[in-house]
């Protein structure tokens, strides 16, 4: 809708940008296009061909040259590989064309969708790259008349690699801070860029963490526009695994820096298109499916998420990549970069006798089967408190729930890693359970989340576990102390029926003083 298409001055084109679909109006513009086709002016031959002269269409290009005019619009600068456009980088950093290339394909969605996936895989240099763009960005977003600040959300086992490649690399304008302190960002509309590494760890947005990002995040920066508007957040996201996730954690991600109903993406309804494939691989959850079902099914699901949205807002290359592309694979070998060949892994079989054998498929029965195996719960107090008492506590199921399972996929992978493992991990659950079934004899049980409870009462410290109590309960809401009758029915009988259950596994497994995996 162009100012000369609409009309509003003298001189303007006459243009019917307009879908029809009823007869009347349909045969009101084949007239309207009869009269003007009437009305043309016959353009001689001689005219034709200067037009033709002076435009790309014409039969003096190649079609090489033509597609090489398609990969400068289409991909702009990202196609014209210069080795000195990473000009600074410090001593003992070779200049990589890989990582050239991911600068300036980074660079480039994060201006046009204001954030992006940066997912090379491990060992490839993501630090190095995003510590690039991030320098190109303070370069170029309005300096030196505003200044840039970056805030960089990090795993604390990371924050000295980062601080160390920061200062080689002399980024300015910076703030570190961890997972867990991102509540402690009081002014969010500071930053204008955040980089979050290991951003896969913020997907579930019932998670505080992930709301607390999200919120600085979506605050609009200071640094106000040509047109008075104050800018949108940029936001770098780490992760060597942006689609092992559900649909729905991928969208929480997307949603970081980008307008859930109104994309920059072929895409523009985001909500409505992961609405569609939340349902589906939540519908694969509960139905009842083959396994070659759910695993077509899911294909499906993320190649349209992979399609759609990853790939569009991702930079990502694997080893194997670089070794078949000629241009990198030829700039590594020349600048002596090698990667290691890793070996796949080797099987190695190990026997157990007929007696561990049966302890074996007895112990994994007892911890998976759902009906006559553990109930776990010693972990689901909570889950079983009435009404009144579980008021309380936030999402009290579910957390219950959730904490039960995580306990049943700890001690299946401590039996699975070594028995020795397995066997600490077996006699702590009994011990707790033994603690809880105690509480519920005596008629008072502690339910405190931040304290060992469980370790008072094995010990016998039942009165410094009462002081201790005392003295925190108005300083932390968590605390409750109960009678067995303000728990459900079921509660205390799952207790018993665990404890005999972890007691014949506890009094079997000490008997095993072998483990075969570890002899093999």
């Known amino acids: 809708l162009t100012d000369a298409g609409l009309g509003s001055s003298e001189i303007s084109n006459y243009e019917f940008n307009v879908l029809l679909h009823n007869y009347e109006d349909v045969k009101f513009a084949t007239g309207e296009f ?3 086709w009437n009305e043309g002016i016959v353009i001689l031959p001689t005219e034709i061909e200067k037009v033709k002269k002076e435009t ?5 290009f190649s079609p090489y040259e033509i597609y090489m005019k398609f990969l400068i619009e289409y991909f702009g600068k990202s196609v014209e590989f210069d080795p000195n456009s990473i000009s600074d980088l410090p001593n003992g950093f070779k200049r990589l064309s890989y990582q050239v290339d991911a600068v300036n394909e980074g660079y480039k969605l994060l201006t046009k969708h204001n954030g992006f996936f940066l997912s090379d895989v491990v060992g490839l ?5 995003a510590t690039l763009i991030a320098k190109r960005f303070f370069y170029t977003n309005d300096f030196p008349s505003y200044i840039t600040n970056t805030l960089i959300v990090i795993p604390p086992a990371l924050k000295e690699a980062w601080i160390e490649t920061l200062e080689q690399f002399g980024l300015q304008n910076y703030t570190i801070i961890t997972n867990g302190s991102l509540h402690k960002v009081r002014n969010p509309e500071k930053y204008d860029l955040v980089i979050v590494d290991e951003a896969h760890k913020f997907r579930n947005d019932t998670a505080e963490a992930y709301n607390e990002l999200q919120k600085i995040c979506k605050t609009k920066t200071k640094h106000l526009l040509k047109d008075g508007t104050k800018a949108d957040k940029k936001v770098m996201l780490l992760s060597a695994t942006p689609l092992n996730n559900r649909p729905e954690d991928i969208a929480n991600q997307v949603y970081l820096f980008m307008d859930s109903k109104d994309s920059t993406l072929e895409v523009s309804n985001l909500q409505h298109f992961f609405r569609i494939r939340i349902d589906a691989y939540n519908k694969l959850k509960t139905g009842r499916y083959s396994i070659s079902e ?3 099914s899911i294909k499906h699901i993320y190649a349209a998420i992979r399609e759609k949205v990853i790939a569009p807002l991702t930079v990502r290359r694997t080893r194997t990549d670089l070794m078949d592309h000629e241009q990198y694979s030829t700039d590594l070998e020349e600048q002596g970069v090698v990667f290691p060949v890793i070996n796949p892994p080797l099987k190695i079989l190990y026997q157990l006798d007929e007696n561990l054998e049966q302890l074996y498929d007895d112990t994994m029965f007892y911890i998976s089967d759902e009906k006559k195996g553990l109930t776990y ?3 689901q107090a909570i ?16 957390a219950a729930t959730q904490l039960a399972k995580i306990m049943k996929i700890l001690l299946v992978k401590r039996i699975d890693s070594s028995f020795f493992a397995f ?3 077996l006699n702590r659950f009994y011990e707790a359970t033994k603690a809880m079934k105690t509480m519920f004899d005596k008629g008072t049980i502690y339910i405190a989340p931040n304290l060992k409870v469980s370790q008072f009462i094995i010990e016998d410290k039942e009165d410094e576990l009462i002081q201790l109590i005392n003295s925190l309960r108005d300083v932390d809401p968590t605390i409750e102390i109960c ?3 303000d728990f459900l029915p079921g509660f205390k009988e799952g207790l018993e029926k665990d404890l005999a259950i972890l007691e014949d596994l506890v009094q079997r497994w000490k008997k095993i003083t072998q483990d075969p995996k570890l002899d093999e």
């Not at 790309?56 to 003096?60: A, M, P, R, S, T």
């Not at 889950?383 to 579910?398: S, T």
């Open 483 to 485: 009678s067995p009758d």
């Open 56 to 60: 790309y269409l014409n039969d003096n």
């Open 377 to 379: 719960n010693r972990y």
């Open 423 to 425: 066997k600490q991990s």
């Open 383 to 398: 889950k079983y408190l009435k009404p009144e008492k579980k008021k309380k506590y936030k999402n009290a199921d579910l």
């Open 125 to 129: 240099g993501k630090t190095v790259v």
């Open 34 to 36: 009869e009269t003007l």
């Open 294 to 296: 759910v695993q077509n």
